[in-house]
């Protein structure tokens, strides 16, 4: 049973709706031109995002164990899942499970390839593991280098919506890219949001995370100025209702009343949430209204 429950532990599940909510805004800006979803390529594509958000959490998990060991502050959102550090699963163990999910991501975009008779799963299921490599290992490495906050919206805000657009049949041309757009900046203010409880361990490894550069009340800033560009640029696709964009614009203000809060304080993580929570439920809005409409 401990064992079971470190494995749950490591998989972080309740990231992946950082994976599944923009796999499904490509696959809506589909279902807008042809009103149909490709039962195959759909459960493919859930499973896509299941290996995808595993292969991110268990390769971080490897790359950044001194880092984490060294961690005070770690929150549900940040400091990797502990299992490592506290020795419950080990890194061999880990490294497997993590080829395991690098092996599931290239099968699947393999098989939704071949289904669409195209290239673009294949390559954009590649570009998903280079991300990654690009972002956690040497000799680029740009987690620590800075610049890793870059990667992470580029792979979660372009390279997923444009896989869950082409792998349902969508033609590039036909693409939304305003929607596409509108996500950019809060995928950029997610990736920043979650180092903020990490600043004082990545400030001593040398890991040149915005918080680190900016410091805790800069980062976050930035980062609440970033979401609400993305929820204003949502709601100028004309596809979220003004009510529901001042909503979320409400919650994206509650969290400035915490611009005292610490690492390691229950105030920093309750503004992290309150972060991702406009931004996530800019995104559900769009996936909502593609559908729906």
Same mark, same amino acid.
């Given at each position: 049973?401990?064992?079971?429950?470190?494995?749950?532990?490591?998989?972080?599940?309740?990231?992946?709706?950082?994976?599944?909510?923009?796999?499904?805004?490509?696959?809506?800006?589909?279902?807008?031109?042809?009103?149909?979803?490709?039962?195959?390529?759909?459960?493919?594509?859930?499973?896509?995002?299941?290996?995808?958000?595993?292969?991110?959490?268990?390769?971080?998990?490897?790359?950044?164990?001194?880092?984490?060991?060294?961690?005070?502050?770690?929150?549900?959102?940040?400091?990797?899942?502990?299992?490592?550090?506290?020795?419950?699963?080990?890194?061999?163990?880990?490294?497997?499970?993590?080829?395991?999910?690098?092996?599931?991501?290239?099968?699947?975009?393999?098989?939704?390839?071949?289904?669409?008779?195209?290239?673009?799963?294949?390559? &954009?299921? $590649?570009?998903? !593991?280079? +991300?990654? #490599?690009?972002?956690?290992?040497? %000799?680029?490495? @740009? *987690?620590?280098?800075? /610049?890793?906050?870059?990667?992470?919206?580029?792979?979660?805000?372009?390279?997923?919506?444009?896989?869950?657009?082409?792998?349902?049949?969508?033609?590039?041309?036909?693409?939304?890219?305003?929607?596409?757009?509108?996500?950019?900046?809060?995928?950029?203010?997610?990736?920043?949001?979650?180092?903020?409880?990490?600043?004082?361990?990545?400030?001593?490894?040398?890991?040149?995370?915005?918080?680190?550069?900016?410091?805790?009340?800069?980062?976050?800033?930035?980062?609440?100025? &970033?979401? $609400?560009?993305? !929820?204003? +640029?949502? #709601?100028?696709?004309?596809?979220? %209702?003004?009510? @529901? *964009?001042?909503?979320? /614009?409400?919650?994206?203000?509650?969290?400035?009343?915490?611009?005292?809060?610490?690492?390691?304080?229950?105030?920093?993580?309750?503004?992290?949430?309150?972060?991702?929570?406009?931004?996530?439920?800019?995104?559900?809005?769009?996936?909502?209204?593609?559908?729906?409409?």
């Amino acid at each position: 049973m401990s064992s079971a429950l470190a494995w749950i532990r490591s998989a972080r599940l309740a990231s992946q709706s950082y994976i599944a909510l923009p796999i499904w805004l490509g696959m809506g800006l589909c279902y807008a031109h042809t009103r149909q979803l490709l039962p195959w390529e759909t459960g493919l594509l859930v499973a896509f995002g299941i290996f995808d958000q595993l292969y991110i959490v268990w390769g971080n998990d490897l790359a950044d164990q001194e880092t984490d060991r060294h961690n005070q502050t770690a929150t549900i959102f940040s400091g990797g899942s502990r299992v490592l550090v506290e020795g419950a699963l080990s890194p061999a163990a880990i490294g497997r499970a993590w080829a395991t999910a690098a092996a599931g991501v290239t099968g699947v975009s393999v098989a939704l390839a071949g289904l669409q008779s195209s290239l673009w799963p294949v390559l &954009l299921g $590649a570009a998903a !593991l280079l +991300l990654l #490599w690009l972002y956690s290992y040497p %000799p680029v490495r @740009l *987690s620590y280098r800075g /610049g890793g906050e870059l990667l992470q919206m580029l792979g979660v805000g372009l390279v997923l919506p444009i896989l869950g657009f082409v792998a349902q049949g969508g033609a590039l041309a036909e693409l939304r890219v305003d929607v596409v757009l509108a996500m950019l900046p809060g995928q950029l203010a997610c990736a920043i949001a979650t180092t903020l409880p990490d600043e004082p361990s990545d400030r001593g490894s040398n890991k040149r995370t915005v918080a680190v550069r900016l410091g805790v009340r800069g980062a976050a800033l930035l980062s609440s100025g &970033l979401a $609400a560009l993305s !929820l204003g +640029l949502a #709601w100028r696709t004309g596809l979220v %209702p003004g009510v @529901l *964009s001042l909503g979320l /614009g409400a919650v994206l203000v509650s969290q400035l009343s915490l611009h005292r809060a610490r690492p390691g304080s229950f105030e920093l993580s309750a503004r992290v949430f309150l972060l991702l929570t406009a931004v996530l439920g800019t995104e559900a809005a769009l996936v909502y209204a593609l559908f729906a409409g």
